[in-house]
């Protein structure tokens, strides 16, 4: 029955996140690129009656399409809709909390073109991922799947520019397949 400002009041969270990528090329002209990518985060809080509203994770989508919650990390997950692996529990900051999230990643890129002005590339890729809003509910293997194919421009004036196609192969939060999806990049990947 308090207001939002004296529920919030005097919030304390720790916020933890890990990021490893690793390339390797399969060809002997550098060319076949294998990349592989860990990403996994996590928000704590030191008092559990005062659970953190923000800096929690969106998981899903590209980043850019869809709705943006403010005071939240988007994290990308190609083959879902924006925010549709982000669990619903009804608390927090309009009712979504990802407190807790894990993504894993790996591609397989082989440039198109190279040379000073413009640089392309094609890849395909396989993803999983999931957010929980609490640690006790976490499963590592609880991930959700999908693959996909793509192509990325880098050019000098505008700056990195992709499209992904993009399966998700199992159930979002509302009980949806992630189904085919199409993913635009601006700037930078996810």
Known sequence: KMSD???????EYHKWG??????????????????????????GSYNKYKVSPFEGFDVGGDGMSGYVTAGTETIGLRGYEAGALTPYSGEGYYGYNGNLYTKLTVELRYPLLLNQST?????????????????KDFNPFDLKRSAGVGVR??????????????????????????????????????
């Open 5 to 11: 400002q004296d529920k919030y009041r005097w919030i």
């Open 18 to 43: 890990l990021n490893a990528e690793w390339y390797y090329p399969l060809s002997n002209d550098n060319k076949l690129i294998f990349m592989a990518k860990l990403g996994m985060g996590y928000l």
């Open 119 to 135: 640089n392309i590339w094609a890849l395909g890729f396989v993803e999983a991922g999931n957010a929980w809003s609490e640690f």
């Open 153 to 190: 421009v880098y050019l000098p004036m505008f700056g990195l520019l992709g499209i992904d196609w993009a399966y998700g192969f199992d159930l979002d939060q509302t009980g949806r397949r992630g189904g085919s999806q199409f993913h635009f990049i601006l700037g930078q990947e996810f």
